[in-house]
């Protein structure tokens, strides 16, 4: 596994409207504030061409632009870390344009989540290359960092970090005033355990390299040129494989049939445990909660399962290391920890 060099001083964090840029005042005045806090920390940061661009399509420019722009922060040696504007519906249009070669040759941090899944899974699966799935450039800009923005540096400047799961979440979406809220922590959170580990009655411990994303995404990457998956769990299986999942937009009866093809492929061969993020937008035709609906596919997986993890669309979030090592655990009454290792 290929680790970029860990973020220093002085070095450049890059924000990229890699799918949707944003045009909103509000989101403009977050960013420049993001950019001002990270400065103060004593990184450079530069915003590209397209990250104050959208269009009806929700993306910033089209798919070749997009990858041209990506592709140039990898010729350049002072830029260290590269980070989503903002999630959206295409950014698949650009990953034809992506050279991954080079990606491999000059590794770089990308991070961002949603539909940044796309690059996020591409570049580890295909390159051997970490990535990070975790909050876009906006969350730097809340005026009082949560913790998980603070974290979120560690995790681009030391070789191991260890936090504990939250205990408070932002149930829905908040309405904003002046751009630089923080999370409004409406919510006791508390992970659950799948009914066959509760029903032996022990604390869930396991162990792997990270993988996962937004299912969404996953769903349709799953089975193109750009889906590397089971070469890469093939490569890594002795020391099995972590999956973190979480929807954006689905019912019971898209979840499971997703992750029904997803482990008939053999995406789930290998693994150790998998953690659920807490669903965004969830539906059901057939009074199925979200946990029933994904242990009806899962459950004879004799795996731990975990939901309710802080991943994802529900913030705040855990910054995820795509191929880093990690532990896990999770108490039966619901708290826990993750531990990600660069090696």
Not at 251 to 257: A, C, D, F, V
């Amino acid at each position: 596994m290929i680790y970029p060099n860990l973020l220093k001083e002085n070095d450049v964090i890059s924000c990229v409207g890699v799918s949707d840029g944003v045009s909103d005042e509000l989101d403009k005045k977050r960013f420049f504030n993001g950019k001002k806090k990270l400065e103060n920390l004593g990184y450079k940061v530069e915003f590209g061409e397209n990250v104050f661009e959208t269009d009806k399509w929700f993306r910033s420019l089209d798919g070749k632009t997009r990858a041209d722009l990506f592709n140039d922060l990898f010729k350049r040696e002072d830029v260290s870390v590269i980070v989503a504007a903002k999630g959206g519906n295409f950014e698949c249009e650009m990953l034809e344009y992506v050279d991954f070669e080079r990606i491999a040759k000059n590794p770089k941090w990308f991070q961002g989540y949603s539909d940044n899944t796309c690059l996020v899974h591409a570049i580890t699966t295909m390159c051997d290359v970490a990535s990070i799935y975790g909050s876009n450039f906006g969350e730097f800009g809340m005026e009082k960092w949560h913790r998980s923005v603070a974290e979120n540096i560690d995790i681009l400047t030391k070789n191991e970090n260890k936090t504990e799961f939250f205990d408070k979440y932002q149930k829905d979406l908040a309405e904003r005033t002046d751009g630089l809220e923080g999370y409004n922590l409406d919510t006791d959170s508390k992970l659950k355990l799948d009914n066959m580990s509760l029903k032996k009655g022990r604390d869930a411990k396991f162990s792997g390299r990270l993988l996962g994303g937004c299912l969404d995404v996953l769903a349709f990457l799953q089975g193109t040129r750009y889906d590397n998956t089971l070469e890469y769990i093939n490569k890594y299986k002795n020391d099995g494989i972590v999956w973190y999942l979480e929807s954006f937009e689905t019912s019971g009866e898209s979840l499971m049939m997703t992750l029904w093809k997803l482990k008939e492929i053999g995406w789930f061969k290998y693994t150790k445990g998998i953690i659920f993020g807490r669903e965004l937008f969830y539906r059901d035709f057939l009074d199925v909660s979200y946990e029933d609906a994904a242990m009806e596919i899962l459950g004879n997986l004799d795996i731990p399962i975990i939901f309710n993890g802080d991943v994802g669309h529900v913030g705040p979030r855990i910054p995820m290391v795509n191929g880093a090592m990690a532990d896990v655990y999770c108490s039966v009454d619901g708290k826990g920890f993750l531990r990600q290792i660069y090696k």
